[in-house]
């Protein structure tokens, strides 16, 4: 996963944040782009399939191989008290693979987690607020 143009993002959005303080909202296309690679789509399906599709998708963010993945994903600033406590939950149960990523201050993947659906469901449906701990009950795809 070593691709120039994420990179480049990545180093402008640091860039950014250490001018003005707050980086660019980039977690979210970092994130599926990186949970694209991690299950192994090739960058250039990847791209393709996303040519049509807008910062805003109901259900799935991308489809591999007849399975549609949704991410979520944190990174703290690196700030006094900015780790992470609370990890985002599902909206909506239209995919059949979720992957939360946890990111260090540069984007960096420190921990990637797999969840199917069902179990899911069973696991988190009627919780509230979930933390990293949860996440990490799933099937490990990366862990630095």
Known sequence: MNDMLRDEL????????????????ITTVVSEYDAAMLVGMP???????????????????FVFNHTRYQ???????GKPGSFVTMVPKA?????DKLIWILYDKNYVIQEAWEWCREEYIL????????SPNHYRKGKCLYKK
């Not at 990545?10 to 909202?25: D, E, M, N, R, T």
């Not at 991410?71 to 600033?77: D, F, L, W, Y």
């Open 91 to 95: 909206s909506n149960y239209e995919w």
């Open 43 to 61: 960058e250039n399906d990847y791209s393709e399939y996303m040519q049509d599709k807008t910062a805003v998708n109901k259900g799935s963010d």
């Open 123 to 130: 696991a988190f449906d009627s919780i509230k607020r979930l």
């Open 71 to 77: 991410v979520k994903a944190n990174r703290p600033s």
């Open 10 to 25: 990545v180093k402008i959005a640091l860039q950014w944040q250490a001018k003005y303080g707050v980086a660019p909202q």
